[in-house]
């Protein structure tokens, strides 16, 4: 082997040892059971199984960490995808939504779901039970517009309408 390559190769193994120190925050914070999306909708068991499978590791306070997500540089993508998707909707927190909010999330995961952006491909390389069949897409949607049926409608907003 080349001096050069050997010293290239020598640099990749300790800048991958010293990047193991550099971990991000792995959090689930606190959960209040009464506060989650499972208790303030009223959610058949069979959606709950589907929710629990395909989308709470990244949209929930009670995400899995697996060995995986502790070895950089992928812990970094990890914990990022994990933030992301719980600023966009997290279940552990749904009862802070209002009614309005509600029904844009619910929409927005029909939407999500039936497009197939989620669950992302990159969570089902490593996670294949997630993936949706096209039934449970449509279970997941058919239940999204029952609930939001149920929230009533969303009044308008006001923002931008001028007083005549």
Excluded at 35 to 50: G, N, R, Y
Excluded at 100 to 117: I, Q, R
Excluded at 129 to 136: F, P, Y
Aim: charged share 25%; aromatic share 8%; proline share 7%.
């Amino acid at each position: 082997m080349k001096p050069v390559a050997k010293w290239l190769g020598w640099a990749v193994v300790a800048a991958l040892v010293v990047i193991q120190f550099v971990q991000p925050a792995r959090t689930n914070p606190p959960v209040a059971p009464e506060s989650a999306i499972f208790k303030q909708t009223q959610m058949p068991e069979d959606v709950a199984a589907l929710l629990r499978r395909s989308c709470a590791d990244c949209h929930s306070h009670e995400t899995r960490w697996p060995w995986y997500s502790r070895v950089a540089p992928v812990s970094w993508v990890v914990v990022d995808d994990v933030n992301h998707a719980r600023k966009h909707v997290n279940f552990s927190t749904w009862q802070s939504l209002t009614s309005k909010d509600a029904g844009k999330t619910l929409h927005e995961m029909c939407e999500e779901v039936s497009g197939g952006k989620m669950p992302l491909k990159s969570y089902l390389w490593m996670h294949r039970e997630a993936a949706l069949s096209e039934a449970e897409r449509q279970r997941l949607c058919t239940w999204t517009q029952q609930e939001e049926t149920r929230l009533g409608p969303v009044p308008a907003s006001t923002e931008g309408k001028k007083e005549h």
